[in-house]
């Protein structure tokens, strides 16, 4: 079984497949390109939750028949929470949760699940969440999707409050898995920090560190996510 992984931005995208030496085959699907690396088809699928969810349904709908996808990855860099997930470590999602998808009140945030409808969080396969952490390093946690980057100390603590424990911040994670589970594929986020969630200083960011990283973790992770799709799809 082949291996769906999904960035946003090419620069993401190539710094998974450099783990394989670079992409050996490339083919269209609409509005982006697949980048065969091995068991592994990476795609550029655009920032935020609403283009990686259209890049990864059409991406599943279009695979052939004798190739399905045993697996959708979310992967690429984003913010780690202080001091749990430094810049330069490399983090994976025990929940990928949309944490702003909801509603405001006078009382706060209420999720849209609190609202009587949706969905806010998906649970990846917890063996192949504590194997790719083993193999990797990464500090597992929850990681949250947000439609806008945190920039301020106030949403910081904000974010902390109601999702204890979470590890970093990304755009596209939620957007991902939900498109994954309409067929019934399993979804995992694997994310390399780039900077501190909080108020924003692009000067302290460390976006090639965070690529290299990203490339280096791939590296470390394809045994376990072929050794999965081959034999433990069906444990959980």
Do not use: C
């Amino acid at each position: 079984m082949q291996v769906l992984v999904v960035t946003a931005v090419p620069a993401e995208r190539d710094a998974v497949t450099r783990a394989f030496g670079g992409a050996r085959h490339i083919r269209e699907v609409p509005g982006a390109e697949l980048h065969r690396a091995g068991p592994f088809d990476v795609l550029a699928g655009g920032a935020g939750p609403a283009a990686a969810a259209a890049a990864t349904a059409f991406a599943l709908a279009g695979a052939p028949a004798a190739e399905p996808y045993g697996l959708v990855v979310s992967a690429g860099i984003g913010g780690g929470f202080a001091p749990v997930a430094p810049v330069g470590s490399l983090v994976v999602a025990t929940r990928i949760v949309a944490a702003d998808l909801g509603a405001e009140t006078p009382d706060g945030f209420v999720p849209v699940t609190g609202l009587g409808f949706g969905r806010d969080t998906f649970v990846p396969p917890e063996d192949l969440v504590r194997d790719v952490a083993t193999a990797t390093g990464a500090t597992p946690g929850p990681v949250l999707t947000v439609s806008t980057v945190t920039g301020s100390t106030a949403r910081t603590s904000a974010l902390l409050a109601a999702w204890p424990g979470a590890v970093a911040e990304a755009m596209e994670g939620f957007g991902v898995a939900e498109a994954a589970a309409r067929p019934g594929v399993p979804a995992l986020e694997l994310r390399a920090v780039s900077n501190a969630v909080g108020p924003r200083d692009r000067e302290a960011w460390r976006i090639g560190d965070a690529l290299a990283a990203l490339t280096e973790a791939f590296g470390k992770t394809a045994p376990v996510l072929e050794s999965w799709t081959r034999h433990d799809r069906h444990r959980d």
